[in-house]
């Protein structure tokens, strides 16, 4: 493994926020040498319905930093989310930090800017981001090396964060019962999952693996941790004797009959801007609905 440009026997510590509402789990990864920290998905809560907005998700991930007298030095989005809304920019304006995302966002922000019918005020050059990653690029939480691996097929610009010997997958990958994200939103491809998904399996067997999401299979309890080595023997899509081909025919079956998420209208047009909400010309918060555009 002398290819990765990390000490991988580093131990951070991962302390994990589930929100119940959209099964996001997001993560406070603290440096063990000093009190640097990340923030890895973070929630911004929403009343869809009612057109609200709220913070208690990630006002409880502010009050452990605060509480634990740590340093945030990043906030990472390992991608464009379609299932929950970024509540990154609210957590910088309190605690600082950078904001980072794969350099691939300028991708979905030109995909999605045409769906909402963004005007040219809508900078599509990832400008609203404090760092674009690029495949292998490193940053540091304190005297920890971190770095990034480019992992698309779910979207464009999903990234794994490898941070000493935890890895943070977004929707690369599920639990082991869980399987895999779906790859047919708009620049997803089913191939290009399942190889992005051999990139992050031939991380040691022993990485700690961080899901984004996890929807309880079967009535199980909700879990987020899993390793390399058990994703290797057990998950059910990509495990041991499942070749691209299968996954490429299960995947895209199983997709066509899997229902838009929920909230994907909001999120995408929240998430491409960094977590910011859109304003109309007034410069009154507005989001819009595209009839038949997803």
């Avoid at 019918?117 to 292998?136: A, K, M």
């Avoid at 941070?163 to 790859?183: C, K, N």
């Avoid at 191939?191 to 929807?215: E, N, V, W």
Wanted: hydrophobic share 35%; aromatic share 8%.
């Amino acid at each position: 493994m002398s290819a990765y440009p990390v000490n991988m026997s580093v131990k951070p510590e991962v302390t994990a926020f589930f929100d119940e509402d959209t099964n996001t789990i997001s993560y406070v990864v603290k440096d063990p040498e000093s009190n640097a920290c990340a923030v890895v998905d973070s929630v911004m809560d929403i009343d869809y319905a009612a057109g609200r907005i709220t913070f208690t998700h990630a006002d409880n991930i502010i009050a452990f930093i605060k509480d634990n007298g740590l340093k945030l030095e990043w906030i990472i989005e390992t991608h464009v989310h379609a299932d929950h809304l970024s509540a990154a920019p609210y957590i910088q304006e309190k605690l600082g930090g950078k904001l980072g995302i794969g350099s691939k966002i300028t991708v979905v922000q030109d995909t999605f800017g045409k769906v909402f019918n963004e005007g040219t005020e809508f900078q599509r050059d990832g400008s609203q981001f404090d760092r674009l990653f690029e495949d292998g690029d490193t940053y540091q939480v304190g005297s920890m090396t971190c770095f990034a691996i480019y992992t698309p097929g779910h979207t464009p610009a999903c990234m794994v964060h490898v941070m000493g010997d935890a890895a943070f997958v977004g929707d690369t990958l599920f639990m082991p019962d869980g399987g895999s994200a779906r790859a047919d939103f708009p620049g997803g491809d089913a191939g290009t999952l399942y190889d992005s998904i051999q990139k992050l399996l031939a991380l040691p067997d022993d990485m700690r693996l961080f899901m984004c999401h996890d929807y309880g299979p079967n009535g199980r309890e909700i879990k987020w941790e899993t390793t390399v080595g058990e994703e290797k023997k057990h998950n059910i899509h990509v495990g041991e004797g499942k070749t691209r081909e299968d996954f490429i025919k299960f995947r895209t079956e199983r997709d066509a009959q899997l229902d838009m998420p929920r909230l994907i209208i909001p999120s995408l047009q929240v998430n491409m801007r960094a977590g910011q909400v859109p304003t109309d010309s007034s410069g009154k918060k507005m989001l819009k609905v595209p009839v038949n555009g997803l």
